[in-house]
């Protein structure tokens, strides 16, 4: 396995975990600093994601990356805690956005994977583009919800609950297609 892809791995397991380095990093830094860190990791992020990738990625990074710096600069705990709803709502943006195209998102992502997109996966990846822009939404109201709450539910729902739902709703969907395949005829 290339370097390049054990290091994109760790900084997506790394950047998944923020609410927890949060939880624990605003116990012993200041919110500053921890803004910095994230910034930082950030930019490492984005220098080590593939140049195909980069044109899409670059929008949502710049906006990432000024929430971060802002962070660090006006150092609230407070402001931290709103990294979560900025991913939802990024995530949404490009989902629902992509809904409005001739092609989207999933549709996209399968096809540069170089596979044929027959007329049922069409349909198939078109609602599924919009149940996860649904998730995105439903996510990010609760991520909203928790800032308001304590730092402890902050952290078990954005840390832990959040992506025990995307487990559980990616697992949903492969089980699902599957059946689908199945009921359509459609081998693989």
Do not use: C
């Not at 931290?80 to 709502?89: G, I, K, Q, T």
């Not at 697992?171 to 459609?186: D, M």
């Amino acid at each position: 396995m290339k370097w390049s892809v054990v290091l994109r791995i760790v900084f997506v397991f790394v950047l998944a975990l923020y609410p927890i380095l949060v939880f624990f990093g605003l116990r012993v830094l200041p919110p500053g600093v921890v803004g910095l860190l994230l910034a930082v990791l950030l930019m490492i992020r984005f220098g080590i994601i593939g140049v195909t990738e980069r044109s899409t990625a670059l929008p949502g990074f710049i906006v990432l990356f000024l929430y971060a710096t802002a962070s660090a600069l006006v150092g609230s705990a407070q402001m931290l805690l709103y990294y979560p709803v900025l991913v939802n709502a990024l995530l949404l943006v490009l989902f629902a956005g992509s809904l409005r195209s001739k092609e989207p998102l999933l549709i996209r992502v399968v096809r540069a994977r170089g596979t044929p997109v027959g007329e049922h996966a069409i349909i198939y990846l078109t609602r599924l583009t919009a149940i996860w822009a649904g998730f995105f939404l439903l996510n990010g109201l609760v991520a909203v919800w928790t800032t308001t709450s304590s730092i402890e539910i902050w952290t078990i729902y954005n840390g832990v609950i959040s992506y025990l739902i995307v487990g559980v709703l990616a697992s949903i969907e492969w089980i699902y297609r599957g059946y689908y395949k199945k009921r359509h005829e459609i081998d693989d």
